[in-house]
């Protein structure tokens, strides 16, 4: 079997392989997935905390009503005639006066700590924003360097995959088909020779039978990474 042809065109290939690798690992690319996914966790952020102002402002009306209502009964002692009223009675209502204002403090510290949770919010609401304008300026400006970077590669990935296409011709069909599926795969370089009776891409040394085999048929594929290998 030769395999001059097959591994002419692995080493036009192997120029391919490599810019598609540069362009899978460019810096802008990953730039712009790490932007997005700051954008996305802002996003998140921000819907928690507006459900979190919704919780406390619905805490506030709740308070508020509850202010109304001290005050309500406050107001209705301070219109009682006290002329009128037995000494047990005035007892009462003044102890009943004194729980309402207590009530009424600890309703306005409570409001007071709710109107600060709520502007605690507020701010890491605000701050949330600016994180999200600031992920999205950077995922825009990234996500323009990256195209910009796989336009400048373009026309020589169609200048190599046009050679690549006339060079194919001249392998065997069976070979090639078993070089593409591979390749596809990500797998590279796709042909290796035999080493030392080990597979020339992983190290691995063959069983004697896989040896034999490959002395026989003249190709082998490799059982642990899969590459083809050849003997040469
Ligand atoms: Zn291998």
Known sequence: ?????????QNLDRE?????RQIRSNENKRKA??????????????LQLEKKAGVLLADIEK?????????????????????????A????????????????????KNLTAL??????????????????????????ASKTAYEKDVESVESKKDELAKKLAVLAKTV????????????????????VPLRNNSCGGCHIELPYANISKLESEGILSCEHCRRIIYKD
């Open 1 to 9: 079997m030769d395999f001059t042809q097959i591994l002419n065109y």
């Open 16 to 20: 391919l392989y490599n810019i598609e």
């Open 33 to 46: 997935e790490e932007m997005h996914e700051s954008m996305r966790a802002a996003q998140e952020k921000s």
């Open 63 to 87: 308070m508020k009503k509850q202010f109304q209502i001290q005050q309500d009964k406050i107001n209705e002692f301070m219109s009682k005639d006290l002329s009128k009223m037995s000494s």
């Open 89 to 108: 009675e005035i007892a009462k209502l003044t102890t009943l006066k004194d729980k309402l204002s207590q009530n009424l403090v600890i309703l306005d």
């Open 115 to 140: 109107a600060e949770n709520i502007n605690a919010v507020l701010a890491e609401f605000n701050k949330t924003i600016k994180t999200f304008n600031s992920a999205k300026a950077q995922y825009n």
């Open 172 to 191: 065997d069909s069976k070979l090639m088909d078993a070089y593409q599926k591979r390749r596809h795969e990500n797998i590279f370089p796709v042909i």
